[in-house]
């Protein structure tokens, strides 16, 4: 059974939709990508997992137990995290503040995310506890949110365009603790633009038009098909 499943779900936002039938399946401890253009519906597909915007038709499945039509405190306590692309930290809080509000039990059987093991994974946030978020670099700011979800322990991760307004060198990083994250067990869907990102970490690649899945496939066969990648993801 995949852990989740989307099945044909639609999504307005008031009069206008915006998803047409999404369906995608998500192997535990795959990483599973979303791209497409701007404005083509990634961010909102995560928003109807997370039940932050609800899809007004559709099966949403984790573990097998619909979660259509919960609210997304539920969701997010049922184990999935969502990293949206404002990264949402607290400015006035530190960086040790923001995690340790954030923290919630792991479930059983599975190692607990705390401040130490999160801190392996960032070591720049390590130096730098006491510091007030608002002051943190962009990159600085994309590890603490990320960080932030950890400390819920999530099973799934949903991690909106992390890249995005990062500097090449940062972009690397960020792209090496996602796979990290992959490696510690972790589900992940990525929403990204950043070609050599999705390219080098997904297992499972859905480009996305007009809030349809209009391909899918393996990043390596994204890859070698350059005419896919000149129909729906070159500008
Ligand atoms: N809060 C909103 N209210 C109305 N329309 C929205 C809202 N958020 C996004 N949209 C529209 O929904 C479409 C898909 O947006 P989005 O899911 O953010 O795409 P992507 O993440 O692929 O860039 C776009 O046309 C966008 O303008
Ligand atoms: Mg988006």
Redesign the pocket.
């Known amino acids: 059974m995949p852990q989740l499943e989307v099945n044909d779900i639609h999504t307005s936002?008031?009069l206008?939709q915006?998803l047409f039938g999404i369906t995608l399946d998500v192997e535990e401890g795959e990483i599973v990508s979303l791209v497409?253009?701007?404005?083509?519906?990634?961010?909102?597909?995560m928003?109807s997992i997370m039940g932050l915007t609800k899809p007004s038709q559709g099966s949403v499945k984790f573990e097998g137990k619909e979660i259509a039509g919960l609210a997304a405190h539920q969701i997010s306590k049922l184990g999935i995290g969502f990293v949206p692309?404002e990264r949402r930290i607290f400015p006035d809080l530190t960086v040790w503040e923001n995690l340790d509000i954030a923290r919630r039990p792991a479930p059983a059987g599975r190692e607990a995310w705390d401040e130490e093991r999160v801190y392996t994974l960032f070591p720049d946030l390590k130096e730098i506890p006491d510091r007030p978020g608002g002051v943190l670099s962009g990159g600085q700011q994309q590890m603490l949110t990320i960080a932030r979800s950890l400390m819920g322990n999530p099973r799934l991760l949903l991690l909106?365009e992390p890249s995005e307004g990062l500097a090449p060198k940062v972009v690397e990083n960020v792209r090496d603790q996602v796979k990290l994250l992959k490696e510690s067990g972790l589900t992940i869907i990525l929403?990204e633009q950043n070609l050599g990102f999705i390219l080098y970490l997904s297992d499972k690649v859905h480009i996305?038009e007009k809030?349809e899945v209009k391909w899918s496939g393996t990043g390596a066969a994204l890859k070698a098909d350059k005419s896919i990648v000149e129909q729906y993801l070159t500008v």
Do not use: M
């Open positions: 936002y008031g206008s915006v497409g253009r701007n404005g083509v519906g990634k961010t909102t597909t928003r692309e909106d929403a996305l809030g």
